[in-house]
């Protein structure tokens, strides 16, 4: 929509609740052009009110501290890191140097955790010969003795607070914990594999007492997503996963024989063919999410799913709306999440059985 500016000179300020607000920053996203996109005072605009809005919701939070109005700080402060991760996903590196970005997000996701008491625990295992290793365990909101857990892999490129600001108000309302790691970060230099890494994970959920060992599954996002595809390979104790189907290794694979000989194996249609994993050998239910959160590309996601489909395995692909322009793309990652959540509420609990294509 031409000149769509909200939420600049918007009545709600910091008062609407968690879920209005992902409502409407999901309709703003969907009324983006790439054309407003490619006018840079346009993305400033946008990038000012979503920051202001952040700072909105950060003093109403801090308010409702002093008042001792716990569980509205606590909402406050998911409004205000959604807020920043708007604010974020629209900018440039250089548009967000000059507002102390990085230190507002993780000031507000300690605030939030300090109001919220339990609901975000640091955790640090052995990783034996890799030093310790730390991560974010977020219990469910559950109703029983445990509830299904799953370990999210944060992109190499990609902060766990930027990622937990994403996160933590799409999985609000889902009876799941989460267990949010980076499996780039270690203060040691690690021979073993990352699958190896995520096994040492995957024994401490199983350990938990309030996590339900035979419904455990893992989601990751760009090079996590990778990740991921290995530890389902050679972990067969996995029960759902968001992941690349290990598309991206045998881009790799492709890509290194091609630097070697010279040869790259192409199609009748000129796009490259690049070998796909044996379907049978994932066993557990597939999401593969085209984009940049798993660098897989759309036609390789829909020939990977044939091969599971023809073997008969669970599959699912989803195409979030991304808008391309100049200095790189947007995507609606309001409806993005909460479709990766009720696709893993369906593998891990009870709702309705989702489409095995779906764009959004």
């Excluded at 801090?62 to 900018?91: N, Q």
């Excluded at 267990?179 to 040691?188: E, M, Q, R, Y």
């Excluded at 290990?246 to 199609?267: C, I, K, N, P």
């Amino acid at each position: 929509m031409e000149g769509y500016h909200w939420p600049h000179g918007s009545s709600d300020g910091a008062g609407g609740s968690l879920v209005r607000l992902r409502k409407r920053a999901s309709e703003f996203f969907e009324s983006l052009s790439v054309a407003e996109l490619a006018r840079e005072a346009h993305r400033h605009l946008w990038v000012s009110d979503w920051l202001r809005l952040a700072e909105d919701y950060r003093s109403s939070a801090e308010s409702a501290r002093a008042d001792g109005a716990g569980r509205m700080a606590r909402e406050a402060w998911m409004c205000a890191l959604m807020a920043f991760e708007v604010a974020r996903s629209l900018s440039c590196p250089e548009d967000l140097a000059s507002t102390d970005f990085a230190d507002k997000v993780g000031t507000s996701l300690r605030s939030f955790a300090d109001d919220a008491a339990q609901a975000i625990e640091r955790v640090e295992i052995d990783g034996f010969d890799q030093g310790a290793l730390t991560g974010f365990f977020l219990p469910a909101l559950r109703h029983g003795p445990s509830a299904p857990a799953v370990i999210c892999i944060a992109d190499e490129d990609t902060t766990l607070a930027s990622m937990m600001s994403r996160l933590l108000p799409a999985s609000l309302r889902r009876n799941m914990s989460l267990l949010l790691i980076d499996a780039g970060n270690s203060p040691v230099r690690r021979p073993l594999k990352q699958e190896h890494i995520l096994q040492c994970w995957l024994d401490y959920l199983e350990a938990r007492p309030d996590v339900d060992s035979q419904r455990i599954a893992i989601y990751g996002e760009g090079a996590g997503a990778s990740h991921a595809s290995r530890l389902v390979l050679s972990d067969r104790r996995i029960a759902a996963a968001v992941c690349d189907g290990g598309l991206l290794r045998s881009v790799t694979r492709q890509a290194s024989v091609h630097w070697m000989t010279g040869v790259e194996q192409v199609d009748e249609g000129g796009a490259s063919m690049h070998p796909l994993p044996s379907p049978r050998r994932m066993a557990c239910p597939l999401l593969m999410v085209v984009g940049s959160r798993s660098m897989v590309r759309e036609r390789e996601a829909l020939e990977l799913q044939a091969g599971y489909r023809q073997a008969g395995a669970d599959c699912s692909v989803v195409v979030p709306n991304r808008i391309p322009y100049p200095l790189g793309e947007v995507e609606n990652f309001i409806t993005a999440d909460d479709f990766i959540f009720e696709w893993l509420d369906a593998k891990l609990g009870a709702v309705r059985r989702l489409d095995p294509v779906t764009y959004l």
